[in-house]
């Protein structure tokens, strides 16, 4: 964490949980194989074209069965809007023939049964956890390693397990599971990767990016 004080470190901590706490809202995934979908199709898309494409895809193939045997080209076809359509096509049928013959159609609650699966990552394993089962973990997406960063909770080099690491040891756990969901939001008002709000940001004066002028 940064190198301030035990006051404003316990100031930090209770201005970011309230952060946390004001832009958390309970997501409502029933389909757990539906989630873990929408984490393949949401690598470098913004979350308004994942929500479509992910419905299209779903209101044709409505299940691991029907995808794991679904037409590539048609899936691509779905998929185009939200970019790199070819590679996640090819990941969602990989996955949906391994979670179909594998694990006999349902999503594992496994941290590392998860990362088998073709096309999940650390990010979209915790996602599923978090979102799917309601486990206590912490998924780091774009929006909270710009917001870690820029608060410099970490180094500018940091990598996702170094930051969910930090996060853990920084956060009560009753927390890990809304970081990611709250940042995300945050992160789309306030500290936007472009042109952030930081005169209306309750971390301003915590923060190493506002401290040097909003330079990164």
Not at 1 to 9: A, H, I, K, P, T
Not at 94 to 104: D, M
Not at 193 to 212: V, W
């Given at each position: 964490?940064?190198?301030?004080?035990?006051?404003?470190?316990k100031?930090?901590?209770?201005?970011?949980?309230?952060?946390?706490?004001?832009?958390?809202?309970?997501?409502?995934?029933?389909?757990?194989?539906?989630?873990?979908?929408?984490?393949i199709v949401?690598?470098?898309?913004?979350?308004?074209?994942?929500?479509?494409?992910?419905?299209?895809?779903?209101?044709?193939?409505?299940?691991?069965?029907?995808?794991?045997?679904?037409?590539?080209?048609?899936?691509?076809?779905?998929?185009?809007?939200?970019?790199?359509?070819?590679?996640?096509?090819?990941?969602?049928?990989?996955?949906?023939?391994?979670?179909?013959?594998?694990?006999?159609?349902?999503?594992?609650?496994?941290?590392?049964?998860?990362?088998?699966?073709p096309?999940?990552?650390?990010?979209?394993?915790?996602?599923?956890?978090?979102?799917?089962?309601?486990?206590?973990?912490?998924?780091?997406?774009?929006?909270?390693?710009?917001?870690?960063?820029?608060?410099?909770?970490?180094?500018?080099?940091?990598?996702?397990?170094?930051?969910?690491?930090?996060?853990?040891?920084?956060?009560?756990?009753?927390?890990?599971?809304?970081?990611?969901?709250?940042?995300?939001?945050?992160?789309?008002?306030?500290?936007?990767?472009?042109?952030?709000?930081?005169?209306?940001?309750?971390?301003?004066?915590?923060?190493?990016?506002?401290?040097?002028?909003?330079?990164?």
């Open positions: 964490m940064m190198s301030v004080g035990r006051e404003s470190n100031q930090f901590l209770e201005a970011i949980k309230k952060v946390i706490e004001d832009y958390w809202s309970e997501p409502n995934w029933s389909d757990i194989f539906k989630l873990l979908i929408a984490c949401s690598q470098r898309t913004r979350s308004e074209v994942t929500r479509k494409v992910v419905e299209e895809l779903f209101s044709k193939y409505r299940d691991a069965r029907e995808l794991a045997h679904a037409d590539i080209e048609d899936i691509q076809r779905i998929l185009k809007p939200a970019g790199l359509y070819r590679m996640k096509a090819r990941a969602i049928i990989r996955a949906a023939n391994y979670i179909l013959t594998v694990l006999n159609g349902q999503v594992p609650n496994s941290f590392e049964e998860l990362l088998k699966i096309g999940i990552g650390r990010k979209c394993a915790n996602i599923v956890l978090a979102y799917g089962f309601g486990k206590q973990v912490i998924a780091v997406d774009a929006n909270v390693e710009r917001i870690c960063k820029r608060l410099g909770l970490v180094r500018k080099d940091a990598k996702p397990v170094e930051i969910e690491n930090t996060l853990t040891k920084l956060l009560p756990k009753s927390y890990w599971r809304k970081v990611d969901i709250s940042m995300v939001r945050f992160g789309r008002t306030i500290c936007k990767p472009t042109n952030p709000r930081c005169a209306e940001c309750p971390l301003s004066s915590f923060c190493k990016y506002y401290a040097n002028q909003c330079i990164v």
